[in-house]
């Protein structure tokens, strides 16, 4: 009797292309075993599993290639890349004539900035005593109008228990 989750050939062979391809894009093994785990229908611990207890033996010799190749692969772009970084760096270097000149200027916006907040603070500091002289005003007259209220209603007698005849 056949197992049902048996490694057929063609998962092997899938499983090690899909590392070797991996490697040789000098991306980790770990990806490719996760790859490899969606086109099997299986887990990436059981693609790891296979490729470390069996398959990995047969294919010694390719994946030492890739390996190399990958290696190649990545000091050529990195050669490419060192290059023009440098190259951008001295060019911004160049196009820089006068560093304190710019933070000169922006020494200057910041004054600036902060003067026009310095006058926008007074003047709301001014709005907000007259807003408070108004609301004192509002409420004195209104401490006017209770107390001749209470005026009224005591002559009327409200106040001392009496009722009005």
């Not at 009797?1 to 093994?29: I, Y």
């Not at 294919?59 to 290696?71: N, R």
């Not at 440098?86 to 304190?100: C, G, K, N, R, V």
């Not at 509002?138 to 006017?144: A, E, R, T, V």
Request: overall charge positive; charged content about 30%.
């Amino acid at each position: 009797m056949k197992r049902k989750d048996a490694w057929s050939a063609e998962d092997e062979s899938l499983l090690a292309q899909t590392v070797l391809e991996f490697v040789k894009g000098g991306k980790p093994q770990l990806q490719a075993f996760q790859s490899a785990a969606k086109k099997l229908n299986r887990t990436s611990g059981a693609c790891s599993f296979r490729w470390n207890a069996v398959i990995r033996a047969h294919y010694e010799s390719e994946l030492k290639e890739a390996k190399l190749e990958a290696k190649n692969n990545k000091a050529s772009t990195d050669k490419k890349n060192t290059a023009g970084r440098y190259s951008i760096e001295t060019t911004d270097l160049s196009m820089q004539a006068d560093p304190f000149e710019s933070l000169g200027k922006a020494l200057e916006a910041a004054n600036l900035a902060y003067r026009q907040l310095q006058e926008e603070y007074k003047k709301l500091q001014k709005e907000m005593a007259q807003l408070e002289r108004k609301l004192l005003e509002q409420g004195s007259g209104d401490m006017k109008v209770l107390i001749q209220l209470m005026g009224r209603a005591r002559d009327l007698g409200i106040l001392n228990g009496k009722s009005p005849d």
